[in-house]
């Protein structure tokens, strides 16, 4: 009898260390992704690496307060309880849960697109994405890995048609950034960072005489993964091994670490560089949009959002996928906005047969700029 009470409360004793122990290092690394908006991953790229499994580290959290509740540790539960309210701001730019759609009440339209090149066509030959586009209804159309007007003319009717819509156009060849607009183009050019292959511009355009925006369109450093290392990456997921857990983590941050650094210091250079427009310019309004390849809430995102209002959290719904690859099912696509304007909806439709993203559409309000 001694025998059975003491194996019992030896389990009961090694239950409790190992409940602890999980408690502790889930907590940590949630931590841990909370903090990758405020540390550059110039300093330490732990909290941006962590930042990229949020989605799966609050499913973690919400196991444990599960659990915690079938298994009555009400101390417990309360801890998980506590750490999500602390993180609900975070866990709403992640998911929002707004109901709102596009609508033809709007005054403005703005489309950010990532085309990957257009290269991905119809049966007759004709870019997918250039579908979309001329079915959008936008006002403004920033591409990332576009074409020049040149090459969507010679895409028929449909490309012709398009330009016809968007007679100002301003297209950086060497970074494949693509300005289509309904409003005169005063002035642009691109902003000065280091970057391996992607870039940045401004334009600042004629909305109204008396009213003007300035934009940037960013493709910030991409992670360029081939096909192979994208099935190397995912089978890390898919079979985990403790064994080589080391040896895995120290591939992904020779891998990815490089793209990290880049997207820090251009998401500084760009926010220097708004700032600097905005004291120049003075514009009534400015946004900011593009393939950020880089999750809400990193470190890239926060910088350039700065102070300004998230398109996508403000009317969005869902976590609001932009990037088509399996197991990498992010929102990397973003659209921030400061001034007389108001977000009344957003929207990322799933075209997975146009390009590896998603479209990102804004519809936005203009306020009496005395407002």
Same mark, same amino acid.
Request: neutral net charge.
């Given at each position: 009898?001694?025998?059975?009470?003491?194996?019992?409360?030896?389990?009961?004793?090694?239950?409790?260390?190992?409940?602890t122990v999980?408690?502790?290092?889930?907590?940590?690394?949630?931590?841990?992704?909370?903090?990758?908006?405020?540390?550059?991953?110039? =300093?330490?790229?732990?909290?941006?690496?962590? @930042?990229?499994?949020?989605?799966?580290?609050?499913?973690?959290?919400l196991l $444990?307060?599960?659990?915690?509740?079938?298994?009555?540790?009400?101390?417990?539960?309360?801890?998980?309880?506590?750490?999500?309210?602390?993180?609900?701001?975070?866990?709403?730019?992640?998911?929002?849960?707004?109901?709102?759609?596009?609508?033809?009440?709007?005054?403005? =339209?703005?489309?950010?697109?990532?085309?990957? @090149?257009? *290269?991905?066509?119809?049966?007759?030959?004709?870019?997918?994405? +250039?579908?979309?586009?001329?079915?959008?209804? !936008?006002?403004?159309?920033?591409? /990332? #890995?576009?074409?020049? %007007?040149? /090459?969507?003319?010679?895409?028929?009717?449909?490309?012709?048609?398009?330009? /016809?819509?968007?007679?100002?156009?301003?297209?950086?060849?060497?970074?494949?950034?693509?300005? $289509?607009?309904?409003?005169?183009?005063?002035?642009?050019?691109?902003?000065?960072?280091?970057?391996?292959?992607?870039?940045? !511009?401004?334009?600042?355009?004629?909305?109204?005489?008396?009213?003007?925006?300035?934009?940037?369109?960013?493709?910030?450093?991409?992670?360029?993964?081939?096909?192979?290392? &994208?099935?190397?990456?995912?089978?890390?997921?898919?079979?985990?091994?403790? #064994?080589?857990?080391?040896?895995?983590?120290?591939?992904?941050?020779?891998?990815?670490?490089?793209?990290?650094?880049?997207?820090a210091g *251009?998401?500084?250079?760009?926010?220097? &560089?708004?700032?600097?427009?905005?004291?120049?310019?003075?514009?009534?309004?400015?946004?900011?949009?593009?393939?950020?390849?880089?999750?809400?809430?990193?470190?890239?995102?926060?910088?350039?959002?700065?102070?300004?209002?998230?398109?996508?959290?403000?009317?969005?719904?869902?976590?609001?996928?932009?990037?088509?690859? %399996? +197991?990498?099912?992010?929102?990397?696509?973003?659209?921030?906005?400061?001034?007389?304007? &108001?977000?009344?909806?957003?929207?990322? %439709?799933?075209?997975?047969?146009?390009?590896?993203?998603? %479209?990102? $559409?804004?519809?936005? &309000?203009?306020?009496?700029?005395?407002?």
């Amino acid at each position: 009898m001694g025998d059975r009470r003491h194996r019992a409360s030896l389990l009961s004793t090694t239950g409790r260390i190992v409940w602890t122990v999980v408690m502790v290092l889930v907590f940590l690394l949630y931590g841990g992704a909370m903090l990758s908006p405020s540390i550059s991953p110039l =300093r330490t790229q732990i909290p941006s690496f962590l @930042n990229l499994s949020f989605p799966f580290l609050l499913v973690a959290v919400l196991l $444990l307060l599960v659990a915690a509740l079938v298994m009555r540790l009400w101390r417990s539960a309360v801890a998980c309880v506590l750490l999500l309210v602390l993180s609900g701001g975070y866990i709403l730019t992640f998911f929002p849960l707004h109901s709102t759609s596009l609508s033809d009440a709007r005054d403005l =339209r703005v489309v950010s697109y990532n085309v990957a @090149n257009m *290269a991905l066509k119809d049966d007759a030959g004709i870019p997918a994405a +250039l579908h979309i586009l001329e079915q959008s209804g !936008a006002d403004i159309i920033c591409l /990332q #890995e576009g074409v020049s %007007p040149e /090459q969507i003319g010679g895409y028929g009717e449909e490309g012709r048609r398009l330009l /016809q819509r968007y007679p100002h156009r301003r297209y950086y060849s060497d970074d494949r950034l693509l300005l $289509l607009s309904r409003y005169d183009i005063i002035d642009g050019g691109m902003i000065d960072y280091k970057s391996y292959t992607n870039g940045s !511009a401004w334009y600042l355009l004629r909305i109204a005489p008396d009213r003007s925006l300035l934009l940037v369109n960013n493709h910030m450093e991409s992670y360029s993964l081939a096909s192979e290392e &994208k099935a190397t990456f995912r089978g890390y997921l898919t079979k985990p091994s403790l #064994e080589e857990m080391k040896s895995r983590l120290l591939a992904i941050k020779r891998r990815l670490g490089p793209s990290l650094n880049v997207r820090a210091g *251009a998401a500084n250079a760009v926010r220097d &560089k708004v700032r600097s427009l905005q004291r120049d310019f003075a514009p009534t309004y400015t946004i900011i949009c593009g393939d950020f390849n880089d999750t809400p809430m990193s470190y890239c995102y926060s910088r350039i959002r700065d102070d300004r209002s998230d398109a996508f959290v403000e009317t969005g719904r869902g976590m609001g996928v932009s990037f088509n690859e %399996p +197991l990498y099912a992010f929102r990397i696509d973003h659209l921030f906005y400061d001034g007389p304007l &108001k977000a009344m909806a957003a929207e990322i %439709p799933s075209h997975k047969e146009c390009s590896d993203h998603n %479209p990102l $559409l804004v519809d936005f &309000k203009t306020l009496d700029t005395n407002e």
